[in-house]
């Protein structure tokens, strides 16, 4: 395995508030974007991806927004649990081009 | 319905030797591809097979490294012979759909090389 986080950009919040984590991508012709969660010991795990066509997608408890204008790309996660606690990676492509993986935001979640 | 899986989970070697990785995608999946994450650093691309085929190995970083994927199955990436910066994790993924799609991870390969 592995211990993530080691001097990546960290945010800190209370379990029950909301996160925010954001990304800049720089590729603007990556028409595909993917969130990853990587917990410590194990491999990123796909939590929800959009396509350049959209501008929001929703899952469960978590909101992906793509501003292509800017090009940044944010996770919304709500009424963050201690068990959303990991590091979290972006991810770009363009076409069907490998994954640009970001360099990963650590989310600690405090009781 | 069993997941990628790597062998060794953590190779702990001296500059100098050879290692060997192991992947085993989920059964299936044509589409195979091994990253690298170098401590603290971000996830970075080095190759991917579609079936026994490399279709894109631009993410390598020298000839020290070698790829196979025999009959299309599992994947070994070795390393010969390991320099100190070849450590972090490396990671398999692998998927059905051409392209990326969504891609499952295994839980990576930690290699330290001293």
């Known amino acids: 395995g592995e211990s993530v986080g080691l001097h990546l950009p960290t945010l800190s919040v209370q379990e029950g508030d909301n996160s925010i984590i954001n990304c800049a991508y720089s590729?603007?012709?990556?028409?595909?974007f993917i969130w990853y969660k990587q917990e410590s010991g194990k491999g990123p795990q796909f939590i929800i991806d959009i396509r350049s066509n959209m501008d929001k997608r929703q899952g469960q408890r978590v909101t992906v927004l793509l501003n292509k204008t800017v090009k940044h790309l944010s996770l919304q996660i709500a009424a963050t649990q201690p068990g959303d606690s990991a590091v979290y990676f972006c991810a770009e492509t363009a076409g069907y081009s490998t994954l640009t993986f970001g360099k990963g935001t650590m989310l600690l979640v405090s009781p | 319905e069993a997941g990628v899986t790597q062998f060794p989970s953590h190779s702990v070697i001296e500059k100098g030797q050879t290692v060997t990785l192991r992947c085993d995608p989920i059964?299936?999946?044509?589409?195979l591809y091994w990253y690298r994450r170098v401590m603290g650093k971000e996830i970075k691309f080095l190759l991917h097979f579609v079936k026994e085929s490399k279709q894109d190995e631009s993410g390598m970083p020298n000839n020290r490294f070698l790829a196979e994927r025999t009959g299309g199955t599992y994947s070994t990436l070795k390393v010969q012979p390991a320099e100190l910066e070849d450590s972090g994790v490396y990671f398999c993924?692998?998927?059905?759909?051409?392209?990326?799609?969504?891609?499952?991870f295994g839980e990576g390969s930690r290699l330290t090389v001293l």
């Open positions: 059964s299936g999946h044509d589409n």
């Open positions: 993924a692998s998927s059905q759909e051409v392209g990326v799609g969504e891609l499952f």
């Open positions: 590729n603007s012709a990556s028409d595909y």
